[in-house]
């Protein structure tokens, strides 16, 4: 089955750029989309078909896909931005999640 | 406003039944693929099972073939999802899940979740 890998966490000061990676076997072939999750709390689209934004997520988010990887970009990081978030792709029409960053905002 | 709304979960057996239940809400529910979602406590998500907008299609993760099975009622609003033979691996928030557009399967609604205990 598909597999994707991501870090487990990563720490950025409040207004700096925090980048998480997604990584998998030929994923810049497929669609990616990131979700964020805070505790308690259902999960939140940010980030579809690589790049995209659904309406009411904030511009600071960004993704990008190539090659073996997938970007999310959280640009000007806010306090608010603390949370876990997780890769997603399809395969062989099955969902495949990622295993999730944790995002901490020192 | 979209809303799904999930009941069903609780405490089970291993080796018990469960019926999950998501009433929809908000929009027209027969034009959408629907999806579950999990998340065991502590862990990351795992997609669960998907079903094409008329029930004619439906796609499950290999932990829960032949033992989860996924189902919808257009007329009610509602999606399913049967569990039986359950395992305490399968003990999870169970998310139902609504896509953005008619013609993507991505998630962007989210249900608040039931919470499926196996144990004895």
């Known amino acids: 089955s598909y597999e994707m890998t991501q870090p487990p966490s990563v720490s950025v000061s409040p207004g700096q750029t925090a980048s998480i990676t997604c990584s998998g076997d030929?994923?810049?072939?497929?669609?990616v989309s990131w979700y964020q999750q805070k505790p308690g709390q259902s999960p939140v689209l940010v980030i579809y078909?690589?790049?995209k934004r659904p309406s009411g997520i904030p511009e600071r988010f960004s993704g990008s896909n190539s090659g073996n990887t997938a970007t999310l970009t959280i640009s000007g990081t806010q306090a608010m931005d603390e949370a876990d978030y997780y890769c997603?792709?399809?395969?062989?029409?099955?969902?495949?999640f990622g295993g999730g960053t944790k995002v901490t905002v020192l | 406003e979209v809303q799904l709304v999930e009941s069903g979960g609780g405490l089970v057996q291993p080796g018990g039944s469960l019926r999950l239940s998501c009433t929809a809400s908000g929009f027209t529910f027969s034009d959408y693929w629907m999806s579950w979602v999990r998340q065991a406590p502590g862990k990351g998500l795992e997609g669960v099972a998907n079903?094409?907008?008329?029930?004619?299609?439906?796609y499950y993760v290999d932990s829960v073939k032949g033992r989860f099975t996924i189902s919808r009622d257009n007329a009610k609003n509602s999606l399913y999802l049967q569990m039986n033979s359950l395992r305490a691996e399968d003990t999870a928030v169970y998310y139902c899940?609504?896509?953005?557009?008619?013609?993507?399967?991505?998630?962007?609604?989210w249900g608040q979740g039931t919470l499926v205990t196996v144990s004895s």
């Open positions: 899940t609504r896509p953005l557009s008619t013609v993507t399967t991505v998630s962007e609604y």
């Open positions: 997603q792709t399809w395969d062989s029409s099955a969902v495949v």
């Open positions: 030929k994923l810049g072939d497929k669609y």
């Open positions: 079903i094409k907008q008329d029930g004619s299609e439906k």
């Open positions: 078909q690589d790049r």
